[in-house]
């Protein structure tokens, strides 16, 4: 290229970037920055930012994100969503406008995520989704719909005695390691092939406990329908109070899709304990047991999301099953009482039963479901109308008999039932039981065929009934799984193989009475 063309392409080159500069316009946008004042354990106090709004979200550097919660005169508490250790006074704080959100939607299930989000399982990131702010109002009373359709959980102590249907909400409550959540794992696992998307929500839990529970759940074949949102017990306190109410969201969008959607909130107990840790470290006055205040309000504003919805609005239902931690067996602690008034009956775990082997530890004399009744399969309710009483009067006399007291032919017989009944209670972990199973089974201890069996055959007897319910004619069984009513027909079906299966364990004439 000769030089006169070099100094034309230089002269050409310099008029555009001169009629490109000559045409722009500079546009000012206010943008309003704070600065950091302080930065404690999961909390940092920020001055400036006039305009913020309560529970805004605000970006620090290094991508972090907090929430705008104490809004004073003169500086900003906020909840900080990440590690502080990256923070330094003085720092710049920007308004996003907007508040924390979560993206929703299909590509979420199977996945396992934080509640920013961020995927914890090493596959790609959520881009592109829909997304809830974490937190959303309830429901209006007006567009809810009556609870009718059971959750058959597959343990049949609480299918029969205790049932939960679609839309309501359960508590589990305990002391540490009674089983709790291996009962909402084992509802999780009987929700295969039955169209609900299930929600796992670990709060505060350990590594080695989440790890162990998606293993459960992937050896299933359970993860197909399950998201599960994890924060670990070394994650902030802010995490923590985020998470039920992010994860509630992503169930609340397979709901408003018209499905029906589980949630188990493990457990709120870490949660309300990192309420009350952000509360104090935020300067809140203390009240009952250190809690703050409004603690009866961050759970009842999170329980209240589960419903079933109208008609009108698709159908959809989002069943909410929270795990309590109970400390000595106290029932009627600060925490506990909050959740057994908001929430619709509570499972009770019994560290008595589970120290004798009676598995799920379900202690059926103070568990409750105040609306399941209403939704349970017509054929339980016609078989389980008496079970607890009866279980009851056979506790009651069993402490009696105790003192060595001479008891009558009926007293002894009822003792002998109920022994049969305290059997049929227990359940091995991670194996849920079809209707058909169930009422097989219930049929046989209702109409005492399991009394004339010896107490160490029953759970053998219990298990050969289980496979057998695969003998029952194609009509029966499709009439036992619909909310059709046993006919007296079907009855004398079922009983006939029951008495075909039971026979060769009943106790012959030689054998010593138990």
């Avoid at 881009?127 to 937190?135: A, K, N, Q, V």
């Avoid at 017989?413 to 039981?433: D, F, N, V, Y």
């Avoid at 169930?438 to 050969?464: N, R």
Wanted: negative net charge; hydrophobic residues 40%.
């Amino acid at each position: 290229m000769s030089k006169k063309e070099i100094d034309t392409s230089l002269l050409n080159t310099f008029k555009q970037l001169e009629e490109i500069r000559g045409n722009h316009e500079f546009s000012f946008s206010p943008r309003e920055v704070g600065n950091v004042v302080s930065v404690s354990a999961g909390i940092v106090k920020v001055s400036g930012l006039p305009g913020v709004g309560f529970e805004e979200l605000l970006m620090f550097p290094g991508n972090l994100y907090g929430i705008a919660y104490n809004i004073d005169e003169n500086e900003i508490g906020v909840i900080l969503l990440g590690n502080e250790s990256l923070l330094n006074v003085g720092d710049e704080v920007i308004r996003t406008k907007r508040v924390m959100d979560i993206p929703v939607g299909d590509s979420l299930i199977g996945r396992i995520v934080d509640p920013l989000g961020e995927p914890l399982d090493g596959k790609k990131e959520l881009f592109g989704t829909l997304r809830y702010p974490i937190e959303r109002p309830a429901t209006a009373i007006m567009d809810r719909a009556a609870v009718s359709v059971p959750l058959q959980t597959g343990l049949k102590v609480i299918d029969a005695l205790i049932p939960i249907g679609r839309g309501q909400r359960e508590l589990i409550l305990g002391d540490r390691q009674t089983g709790k959540s291996a009962i909402a794992l084992d509802t999780i696992i009987n929700q295969k092939g039955k169209n609900v998307i299930c929600v796992y929500c670990a709060i505060g839990q350990r590594a080695a406990s989440v790890a162990k529970v998606v293993a459960q759940l992937k050896e299933k074949g359970a993860l197909e329908y399950t998201v599960i949102v994890v924060t670990e017990g070394n994650d902030p306190p802010g995490l923590k109070y985020i998470a039920p109410y992010a994860a509630t969201s992503i169930a609340e969008y397979f709901m408003e899709q018209g499905r029906d959607a589980l949630i188990i909130y493990d457990d709120l107990t870490h949660h309300a304990r990192a309420y009350r840790e952000l509360s104090l470290l935020l300067r809140r006055p203390p009240g009952r047991e250190a809690f703050p205040g409004d603690i009866f309000y961050i759970h009842s504003r999170l329980l209240e999301r589960a419903t079933h919805l109208s008609d009108a609005l698709g159908g959809g239902s989002l069943t909410a099953l929270p795990i309590i931690e109970t400390e000595a067996q106290n029932i009627s602690a600060y925490i506990p009482t909050n959740l057994i008034s908001i929430t619709d009956g509570q499972i009770y775990l019994s560290p008595k039963l589970f120290e004798l082997g009676i598995l799920p530890a379900v202690d059926v004399g103070k568990s409750v479901s105040r609306v399941g009744g209403k939704a349970q399969l017509k054929g339980y309710r016609s078989i389980t109308g008496n079970l607890k009483l009866a279980y009851s009067q056979f506790e009651e006399l069993e402490n009696y008999a105790r003192f060595g007291t001479r008891l009558d032919e009926d007293t002894r017989k009822t003792i002998e039932h109920g022994k049969r009944i305290r059997s049929w209670l227990i359940q091995q972990e991670l194996q849920p039981m079809s209707v058909a199973e169930q009422i097989i089974v219930l049929l046989a201890l209702t109409g005492k065929f399991f009394d004339t069996i010896p107490i160490h055959k029953v759970q053998e007897a219990e298990t050969q009934l289980q496979r057998s319910s695969t003998d029952l004619p194609t009509e029966v069984l499709g009439r036992l799984n619909s909310n059709e009513k046993l006919s007296e027909a079907d009855r004398k079906i079922i009983l006939e193989l029951v008495e075909k299966v039971i026979s060769p364990f009943q106790e012959k004439p030689d054998e010593t009475s138990n």
